[in-house]
């Protein structure tokens, strides 16, 4: 079990944003719980547009745990997270890492995409990715640590 303080801030990944959303997804009790013990704790949480860009286009279209979520419910779930997290922007500074990445760290289609998220990280000194999808960032390992809210 990995245990943080309030002073170790964590960036989310899209999925946790989800699963701790929709209570239909089998994930949902884990997550949901290891954002409320954090959130109590008062660990800084962060996520980028990018992040929001991604969850909306995750739950307005149909899931295996759920349908599209309705334009309403997804307005008020942005206005939760914008609210709960810290929302950093994808800055000139973040293509210049993600840049430098590509040319350190073999990846490629929507891997980019998950690349992005550590360049956003890196690019505001956060080192620490919440995500249930391990396997997407293993290769950037060697620039950020991982938790997986289901085994931690």
């Not at 660990?43 to 992040?51: A, G, N, P, W």
């Not at 899931?63 to 929302?87: G, H, I, M, Y």
């Amino acid at each position: 079990m990995v245990m943080m303080d309030a002073d170790s801030p964590l960036f989310l990944d899209t999925n946790i944003l989800v699963y701790a959303s929709v209570r239909e997804a089998p994930e949902h009790p884990q997550v949901n719980q290891f954002i409320k013990q954090h959130l109590r704790k008062g660990t800084m949480l962060y996520i980028s547009r990018q992040v929001l860009r991604e969850y909306l286009a995750v739950l307005s279209r149909h899931q295996s745990f759920t349908s599209p979520l309705s334009k309403e419910l997804l307005l008020n779930w942005l206005a939760v997270w914008r609210d709960r997290c810290r929302v950093l922007d994808d800055t000139e500074s973040v293509m210049d890492v993600l840049w430098r990445l590509f040319s350190e760290i073999e990846f490629g289609g929507k891997q980019v995409h998950d690349a992005n998220i550590v360049a956003t990280m890196l690019t505001h000194r956060l080192d620490t990715l919440v995500t249930v999808n391990n396997s997407d960032f293993i290769r950037f390992k060697p620039h950020i640590k991982l938790i997986d809210p289901r085994t931690s």
